[in-house]
């Protein structure tokens, strides 16, 4: 069975002039791969009512399958479901159901349920809606003989729920879709030609498999397309034999909940010194909600005096090796575990740059401790990139050590 | 003159299949609209050869120039030279020049300069070329009568650099661009609908300006063209007499930058204690290079604990008032600044959700309270969206609120 393929078309001016970032067709893109709809084309096109017309329908010419984000809003600049009514030519009319939803949700919220508002219930004659459980704009489905264009709206939250919710229930029961067999492996410790060296005989072997790489800052993921159940998971104990304990865990999960899930099943917690990172690793730890369960707290001792202050660094030992150094980071992730009471504690001082390397310390030297119980695991890091990278990658090479730790 | 126009591909397998994000269309827009270029079109396209030179052939048949971003790596499935030299019927050969800058920079980096390595040295026939100050693929020009195709490498960095040192004086030099007059207003403080009714009558009067509203979490950015530069300034002065203190800066700088240089520049400056936020406004501040000159570190003060153990927040009023309370507040912000001795203390307690919610203290019930020598100002915000959103929206907040108290 032949794949099914699909457009996407993300409207709206300020796309094009730069001034925001679409983050909806990616977003898309990998739900639709996941099953079995893969994307062949993406334009991002204005809210011009010719110019939009122009590349929907060309679109729907070559693939017969268009899926558009934006331009569903009720004012005057949205004119997505006017172009897609005279692509179908169709009448848009006035959707009671709808337009008794839109009420209501006006009333709710307090707000005016005016003639603006109303435009809002106006759709295409003959369409299919999908239900919004997150706003106002229903999804819009129109068909005829040879085309299918789907209209959802451009606010990424809206479009995420109606997609989740109601769109890929529909496009399961409308199109006959050949599973996708996709596999997503997250590692992390291991760079990305690392890793393609040791998957090269794996390759070898099942040479029916693709292999992304895509690295992120800290970490690569593998996304791997097998062409069969029963080859997926052969990939899977393959692969999880050969990324032995890079390989942190197998589909979305981010390593911070990673992380915590393992601290939560083994009753421990953590505390966390920063210096360089500045406060990122505790952001991060406290971006999975029920954290508070596990994360007890942190101090960013961005300064000598905070170290000393918050963390009972020794003065002594900041002289003698400064504030850079091994003996800092294992003192900053001593003193957060002590003073928090937390099973773990991690310190991290390093130099972020541009500037405050000096002839032993360059810019990008990171150093992470890890205190427990009984013991302090200290590692030393060069990493390279920008002020922001640097960072990224401490925080990463932080919960790695946690992660590793924990194991 | 009418505006120069310009379509931008954006090429790689990887886009299509959602696993990595584009940032370069929405850069490169922006950099490109502040030289008077504007973007009609964007199209994600694959690897593909054939589907690559429809969709390049495409935009250069509607716009005639286009600009690329992707696909001159070394490897197989980089095809985009080869597609722009049968495009233009060029041959490809291997540029001496730059075989020797490429070599060159092998030694240099001690890597192997192999058979795929040379490869990056084949450009077609008559095309200029555009140093790359940042890594090897250099951007390559073609030109015939009526078109221009200028292909960049798709890593960010790269294009960046490009862009900036060779590609945007190019540009001045061999189109004839009509100078964009565009003011960047970045506000704080009022949401978008508000603005605009402050805004109406100032376009009543000068209905030549065209305004966009791009709101960030936290704020909202007016982009606003104007027709001249005289129209320019004097849409600035109109602006900022309107917005008044909610204007926090012109241009592209970050409210933790602006707030920085005010502190730097009063001598004074600030530690922060977070709860709900959990290390973000930390790091927002760390943000900046330099950040060291006025932040003195801060508290992630998660836990009860934390609280009472690093900030010194008294159990009583804990156990009186609860952790979300604006009191609180007001002893987080008190006991970081004093614990660190700077000159503000800002603390931050809220509710981010999705739980922890009570009959009394919705999600989004967030205390921010500013500590500085004779006085404290706390506010109370309950902000909408999820916990991602509400942290945000609490950072800016903060930061904001530091701001006006350094006015």
């Known amino acids: 069975m032949p794949e099914q393929k699909v457009e996407l078309v993300v409207i709206g001016d300020e796309l094009l002039a730069g001034a925001l970032k679409d983050a909806n067709a990616s977003w898309l893109a990998d739900r639709l791969l996941s099953i079995g ?21 060309q679109a729907l010419a070559r693939t017969g399958f268009v899926i558009s984000c934006g331009g569903l809003g009720p004012t005057a600049d949205d004119c997505t479901r006017a172009v897609a009514a005279d692509l179908f030519d169709r009448e848009l009319y006035t959707n009671k159901r709808l337009l008794n939803l839109l009420a209501e949700r006006c009333k709710k919220l307090g707000r005016r349920f005016d003639r603006i508002a109303r435009t809002q219930a106006q759709v295409p004659r003959g369409a299919a809606l999908l239900a919004n459980p997150a706003g106002a704009a229903p999804g819009i489905v129109l068909k005829d003989e040879s085309r299918t264009l789907i209209l959802l709206p451009g606010v990424p939250g809206q479009m995420q729920a109606i997609t989740q919710t109601a769109l890929i229930e529909y496009l399961k029961e409308n199109f006959t ?15 990305e030609t690392e890793l393609a060296q040791r998957i090269r005989p794996v390759l070898a072997r099942f040479p029916d498999l693709k292999v992304a790489y895509l690295p992120k800052s800290g970490g690569v993921d593998l996304r791997i397309q097998a062409p069969s159940e029963r080859k997926k998971s052969q990939a899977l104990k393959e692969f999880s034999r050969i990324l032995e304990d890079d390989l942190y865990t197998v589909g979305r999960e981010d390593l911070s909940l990673v992380v915590g899930r393992m601290l939560l099943n083994r009753g421990q917690s953590v505390a ?8 990122m690793l505790a952001a991060r730890l406290v ?12 101090v960013v ?29 294992k003192a900053m992730a001593e003193g957060v575990r002590e003073r928090l009471n937390s099973t773990c504690g991690i310190g991290i001082t390093g130099i972020a740059g541009p ?53």
Chains 1, 2 share one sequence.
Not at 177 to 191: D, E, M, N, P, Q
Not at 272 to 279: I, L, P
């Open 301 to 329: 001792s961005y300064s000598n005096r905070a170290k000393q202050e918050l963390l009972g660094v020794a003065s002594g030992v900041l002289e003698l090796h400064g504030a850079v150094s091994s003996q800092v980071a």
């Open 272 to 279: 966390v010194a920063e210096s360089c990172t500045g406060g």
């Open 37 to 57: 709809i893969s994307v062949l084309r993406v334009t991002f096109a204005s809210d011009d009512f010719k110019e939009l017309k122009e590349i929907l329908d």
């Open 287 to 298: 971006d999975v909600a029920g954290s508070s369960r596990y994360f007890l707290g942190g």
């Open 355 to 407: 500037g405050g390397a000096t002839r032993t310390k360059p810019v990008g030297l990171v150093y992470i401790a890890l205190a427990s119980q009984d013991s302090v695991r200290i590692k030393r890091f060069v990493f390279p990139g920008d002020r922001s990278s640097i960072r990224q990658r401490s925080v990463i090479a932080a919960l790695d050590l946690l992660r590793r730790n924990l194991m």
């Open 177 to 191: 879709l050949s599973v996708s067999h996709i596999l997503l492996l997250r590692t992390v410790g291991a760079v």
